[in-house]
Nanobody
Framework: QVQLVESGGGLGQAGGSLRLSCAAS????????MGWFRQAPGKERELVAAIRWSGGITYYADSVKGRFTISRDNAKNTVYLQMNSLKPEDTAVYYC??????????????????WGQGTQVTVSS
């Protein structure tokens, strides 16, 4: 079982920055990839960014490219989402997720077996 604990959400201003953290209980070698998803009211959950734990290959949704950065700290079993140039449309509940299986893509929510509790990010204009 992988337990994920998120932190760092809250209220930000348009043009500002926030950083989300997600600490995993499982040792890093058992995790294949981690992702950050978000879900706004009335919308489907969408992938924001993902990272392969080994090798650090990353993926970003078009809507956040150039503004958000996903990174990991292997020693701390932690993944981060640095969010810069925030926009009101970034307002959502953000979830981190862990994928243990090496089979299949890391780009869909169904591929992830473990999820954090979610943290609210609200961006004011």
């Amino acid at each position: 079982q992988v337990q994920l604990v998120e932190s760092g959400g809250g209220l930000g201003q348009a043009g500002g920055s926030l950083r989300l953290s997600c600490a995993a209980s499982e040792l890093a070698f058992s995790i294949y990839a981690m992702g950050w998803f978000r879900q706004a009211p009335g919308k489907e959950r969408e992938l924001v960014a993902a990272i392969r734990w080994s090798g650090g290959i990353t993926y970003y949704a078009d809507s956040v490219k150039g503004r958000f950065t996903i990174s990991r700290d292997n020693a701390k079993n932690t993944v981060y989402l640095q969010m810069n140039s925030l926009k009101p449309e970034d307002t959502a509940v953000y979830y981190c997720a862990a994928k243990q299986s090496t089979v299949g893509t890391m780009l869909v929510a169904a591929a992830y077996g473990y999820w954090g509790q979610g943290t609210q990010v609200t961006v004011s204009s």
